[in-house]
């Protein structure tokens, strides 16, 4: 198989996609809101999940395109429900502590929660994107807006 690209223009590309571009324009602040977990004294009851707050350098994409449905059905139609993606830097990750044995971003898609503007979202999924000769150099991570729920109380 005939390489097209040549180790120096890969050599170029994975610079400028992951540190030219990432200098210049991942400059939006994303904080992670990063679930721990506090065991009693005894080591037998969960006590609490505190959250900690990490910000993270990141860009963010609002629904530009549809990256994939997440769709929700109501009586009065269907919502789509997704409402950004936040690109991030796997070079920045890694250097932060931030990606598991695997080279994932190592996040709990179950509790961790993501503040942009004032506005909690909750981590629909991610996959990698931007595929170098030799492995992936960011992160695409689909953001869905949290709701408040509604109790029907006013008070």
Do not use: C
């Amino acid at each position: 198989m005939t390489d097209l690209i040549g180790p120096v223009n890969w050599a170029s590309y994975k610079n400028t996609i992951g540190v030219d571009a990432f200098d210049t324009f991942f400059q939006d602040d994303l904080t992670w809101k990063r679930v721990g977990l506090f065991i009693d004294e005894h080591g037998e009851d969960e006590i609490g999940k505190p959250f900690t707050d990490v910000v993270i350098k990141t860009l963010i994409q609002y629904n530009v395109f549809r990256t994939w449905p997440v769709n929700r059905p109501t009586e009065s139609g269907e919502l789509e429900d997704q409402t950004m993606v936040a690109w991030l830097s796997k070079d920045y990750l890694n250097t932060a502590g931030y990606l598991n044995a695997n080279g994932n971003f190592d996040y709990n898609v179950d509790e961790d929660r993501f503040v942009f503007n004032g506005v909690e979202y909750k981590a629909f999924g991610d996959t990698d994107a931007a595929q170098a000769q030799d492995g992936p150099l960011l992160v695409m991570l689909i953001l869905q807006r949290e709701e408040i729920p509604t109790t029907g109380d006013n008070n």
